[in-house]
T-cell receptor
Framework: EAGVAQSPRYKIIEKRQSVAFWCNPISGHATLYWYQQILGQGPKLLIQFQNNGVVDDSQLPKDRFSAERLKGVDSTLKIQPAKLEDSAVYLC?????????????FGPGTRLTVL | AQSVSQHNHHVILSEAASLELGCNYSYGGTVNLFWYVQYPGQHLQLLLKYFSGDPLVKGIKGFEAEFIKSKFSFNLRKPSVQWSDTAEYFCAVKRDSSASKIIFGSGTRLSIRP
């Protein structure tokens, strides 16, 4: 079974530039999550999708971050404009259904460095 | 708000030593509890989880965790570690609701000396 795919794996940009990350979840998984993991911290949920609808985006900085999952399959997370504090690993995860009893499978992450 | 505390940031052990990593959470209601592991260069993956029933949970690779409700704790244990257990370990908690999100601790880096 193919895992969660993410690209790019690494990205270096200057502050005030924009950047986009892509995620393709495991086939058939209805729920998709984007997490931000700052160095020395655990992952923090940014946004959760159920199919193409947003379930929780309470921790997404909506003035600069946006995400979409238009066809209910792959998803894009965008930052515009980036700030120094956005330097982090951005993890995508998927699960068959929402709810904690459904294991979340994580992708390899995209490491973003903002200079 | 929920929070998860992992007090040990970096633990160094020799092979065959016993392991216990601490995890405490701050929510008084019913919770689901998890330990995730990230081996060097690999994805974050689930090690074990507790939802209900026997508070002693067995996971992969010989790991286990015990849920002690009175102490709000879910410590991870392994009787004899191997060099291959070198990884970062994250405790996580979720309120028992399908709408609730998982909150992760800050992680404990485990280094095993061969």
């Amino acid at each position: 079974e193919a895992g969660v795919a993410q690209s790019p794996r690494y990205k270096i940009i200057e502050k005030r530039q924009s950047v986009a990350f892509w995620c393709n979840p495991i086939s058939g998984h209805a729920t998709l999550y984007w997490y931000q993991q700052i160095l020395g911290q655990g992952p923090k949920l940014l946004i959760q999708f159920q199919n193409n609808g947003v379930v929780d985006d309470s921790q997404l900085p909506k003035d600069r971050f946006s995400a979409e999952r238009l066809k209910g399959v792959d998803s894009t997370l965008k930052i515009q404009p980036a700030k120094l504090e956005d330097s982090a690993v951005y993890l995508c995860a998927s699960s068959a259904r929402p709810g904690g009893d459904n294991e979340q499978f994580f992708g390899p992450g995209t490491r973003l460095t903002v200079l | 708000a929920q929070s998860v505390s992992q007090h040990n940031h970096h633990v160094i052990l020799s092979e065959a030593a016993s392991l216990e990593l601490g995890c405490n959470y701050s929510y008084g209601g019913t919770v689901n509890l998890f330990w995730y592991v990230q081996y060097p260069g690999q994805h974050l993956q689930l090690l074990l989880k507790y939802f209900s029933g026997d508070p002693l949970v067995k996971g992969i690779k010989g790991f286990e965790a015990e849920f002690i409700k009175s102490k709000f704790s879910f410590n991870l244990r392994k009787p004899s570690v191997q060099w291959s257990d070198t990884a970062e370990y994250f405790c996580a908690v979720k309120r028992d609701s399908s709408a609730s999100k998982i909150i992760f601790g800050s992680g404990t880096r485990l280094s095993i000396r061969p």
